[in-house]
Nanobody, 130 residues
Framework: QVQLVESGGGSVQSGGSQRLSCAAS????????MGWFRQAPGKAREGVACINQADGTTYFSDSVKGRFTRSRDDQKNTLILEMHSLETEDTATYYC???????????????????????WGPGTQVTVSS
């Protein structure tokens, strides 16, 4: 059974960094499309980083491009999101997702493409204070 569990959330000051991990079980993290999404209270869910498993490309949303990076620890089957230069607008619950699809990384992060993801983690809260 595919399971995802996020960790690494917490409180950080503006300009700081945070590292989120997504531990995957029940599948190899390079077999499925994967993504990081976030949702702030009163706002729509936003895809911030999505990975096309077919070619390994990653799409980052404009709101995080240049500040967020992603990596993978294959030994631990863990997907990592490194967040730098955090802003108060980055405050949200962050979710890891996995699924099977044939789209591009950018597609997966969109509203329609996010339906590719059939498995979601419970989320981890990131709070950025000024």
């Amino acid at each position: 059974q595919v399971q995802l569990v996020e960790s690494g959330g917490g409180s950080v000051q503006s300009g700081g960094s945070q590292r989120l991990s997504c531990a995957a079980s029940g599948f190899a993290s390079d077999d499925l499309a994967m993504g990081w999404f976030r949702q702030a209270p009163g706002k729509a869910r936003e895809g911030v980083a999505c990975i096309n498993q077919a070619d390994g490309t990653t799409y980052f949303s404009d709101s995080v491009k240049g500040r967020f990076t992603r990596s993978r620890d294959d030994q631990k089957n863990t997907l990592i999101l490194e967040m730098h230069s955090l802003e108060t607008e980055d405050t949200a619950t962050y979710y890891c997702a996995a699924g099977r699809g044939r789209g591009t990384a950018e597609y997966y992060c969109g509203r329609t493409g996010s339906r590719t993801f059939g498995r979601w983690g419970p989320g981890t809260q990131v709070t950025v204070s000024s």
